[in-house]
Each structure stands twice: as C-alpha cells, then as structure tokens.
C-alpha cells in the first residue's frame, strides 16, 4: 500500500491507534491522530495531535484515508463525521493486513476466540512456522506487520468491532467458532452485530478455506468449507468433549496431556487444529502443541476446591452464550454466580439449563435484581450487590460434592474495569476463605 505523499488521520490514540499510526509514517504519510481524551501522549515527532476531538474536529480531520480504532462506535456520529471529510474509511486490520504478504487465520465467534487463537499460535510454533497472535488477542495487527522479520502466518482474533470496517481484507482461513447475540450495547440489532462477524468471509474465494461450527446458520459460502461439532458426527471433526476424530478416526485425547476440558474447549480445539492442517501442520506436531497445555485464565478455571466444594472462575463469560457453554459443561450440582452490567441481553433461553444443571444462583451488580426475578422461575435466588457478597451467598447455598461456578454472563463494567480485574477479584476472595 503506497501511502507516500498521502495524508492519513487515526481516530482513536489507544494500543490499536498509536501502532496504526507508526505504520502510517513509516509509509511516508503525513499523519493525524485524533482522540475524545484531553491529553494524547507518547506520539512520535511529526503528528499532528488533537485531543477532546469531537465531531466538529472533524474539519481538521479532512485526509485521503481515515483508519478507525475498534473501540470506537462505527454507527456514531463521531465516525460519521470524519468519514465524510475522508477519502476512503477503514479499521487498524484492515490498514495492517494492506501491507502483509504471509498468510493469515483469522478466528473469529461469540465465544472461544481467545483460545482458538492461543491454540493456532502454540501448533503453529510446534510446527517450526512463525506464526503469531494478535488482533483482539491484546497485540495490535499493526504492530505485529511492522517486525522485522515479518512473521509468516499471523493468527488473528478478529472481533466484530475489527470486522466492520474490512474492504479487501481475506485470510487464507476464516474460522467461526459460534454466534449467539452480544454487544448490543453498541449494535441496534442482533443482525447488524452478526453481519459485522460474517464480513470474514466476503471476500474468501474457492482458493481459501472457512472452518464452521457444524449447524450454523450462515450463508452459502464460496470457501472450502472444513466443519466440526460436538453434537453431529457427520462433521469433518468430531467431539464427544474427551476424543478429538476427524472423519471417524481418533486422533487426540484431550485428558492424556492437556488441561482442555468440556465439549466448548474441545470445539476450540478442533477448529484450531483444522485451521492449521490446512498450512500443512501435521499430527504429530499437534499431539506435541497440545501436551501441557491450558486454557486462558478466567475460562473456567478451577480456582480451589475447598470443603469438597470446587470454584471454578469463568469471568471472560461476558454473554448469555458463554455462561450456557459453562452450565453445559459442569457434571456437578452448581451454584451459578451471575450479573454485572446491563447490556439489553435476553437471558430467558437459559432458564432449562439452569434448572437442570444449577441447586441456586445468586446474582450480583447493575442487574441483580431484573437477574434474580428470572432467574428464581428455575431456581432459588439470592440477588445481592457486590462480588464479594455474592460468594458469601454462594458459600451458603453450595453443598460438598458440587461446584460455584462466577459466569457472569454480560460484562464487567458496572464495578470492575474489566473482565480480568473482576476475576482476579474473584479468585483472591475465593483464595481467602477459611
């Protein structure tokens, strides 16, 4: 992409921002960067800074490419605004990924992403190939293009934020792990948060491959399509939640060597292994990346077990989708720690398994209390405030032999500044009691 000449302006000064704009000068733009925050620092010499941007700063913005950074709202005003003083708008990977030659697996679904993509870099790196996480991951795309060497596969956590603003944007393979309705805080329908997920695949052709969830709703596509599931064996892999299979035969058991468990950590798996198949990784490569492995913390992990009874933290459970995946999973009678932010969710569909799988919950936070009245239709509730009242609760109601399993089920913004802050929260209460 020749950006010589060219001028640029990056909306948003954050991690995705500040690497977006140090590839732009190595290109020779002439660069902006605007921000809402009254103070934007660490910049390089030569940009153009303009804190408290707003949506009149947008006539300062005027420039041949605007590049947005996925925390900010494509559907507001404030991209609106600065789009129309651009001449062509896009998002950080889909500026990174103008000016990278490997090859690329991106990962994308309401749920497991992180995983997946954990997964995609550890076989890649087993298998002698340079290959590396990032996107949503935590490591802007920007950043990661701009090594020196650049790596060979990049694999790529691709939210619905980063998604929106693709144009030419295609990966070699497109992973969809699941789809269930999330951030509609910010989407003004369920179908616009899923068509921003399903432009991983508009520009895939018959050269590339998609690797789905068997049984997902998605549109005729002109990949390659590699399907697996936990649920039909007929998929191209299939999980019982131990034995990994492709087309009937045995290749991984997930209880010999790695600390994956349950059927969502073993769809994450096979969509992982699938991916990199297709880069030509084979077996035993695979069998040597999985040995020892462990999930990301806050994805169930089992934080102590304490009086017979086992805590089991699974705060990254920020939707209704997750905290399903986690009641489905357990084998023991549960005491469901739940709430946090409103984020305008439906959680009726939850209801028949929380009742088969739950003896109580308690919910907690900005809508314990909507929370607990559905709730109590399948189980006895206790609504409280905070985090740390809700595990004095749960203590209560738990028996020895079962599990308190914190799956908040939306996110952590009412009291916690994220979802790592609030299961590290988690798991320090948890570490104390006596």
Known sequence: MNLAGKTVTVLGAGRSGR???????????????????????????????????????????????????????TYGPLVAAFSACAGEMIGEVEFACRHFEGKIIAITGTNGKTTTTELVERILKAGGIDGVACGNYGVPVCEVVMRDPAPEVLALEASSFQLETVVDFKPDVAVWLNFAPDHMDRYPSVEKYKAAKLRIFENQRATETAVVRKGEDLP???AKVVSFSTDDESADWFSDGRYLMHRGQSLIDLEQGSHLRGKHNAENAMAAIAACKVLGVDDETIHKALDGYAPPRHRCELVRTLDGVEWLNDSKATNLHALESALRSQTRPVVLIAGGKDKGLDYRPVLPLLAEKARAAVTFGQISGSLAELFSHAVPVEPVGTLDE???????????????LFSPGTSSFDQFDGYEQRGDTFC???????
């Open 220 to 222: 005729d596509l002109e």
């Open 390 to 404: 809700a595990i004095d609760a749960a203590r209560r109601h738990c028996v020895r032999g079962g599990t308190v």
């Open 428 to 434: 320090r209460i948890v570490q104390k009691l006596r």
């Open 19 to 73: 690497a977006a704009v140090a590839l732009a000068l190595r290109g020779g733009a002439r660069v902006r960067v605007f921000d809402a925050a009254p103070r934007i620092e660490g910049m390089p010499d030569g940009v153009e800074i303009h804190p408290s941007a707003g949506e009149a700063s947008a006539r300062d913005g005027q420039c041949d490419l605007l590049v947005v950074s996925p925390g900010i709202d």
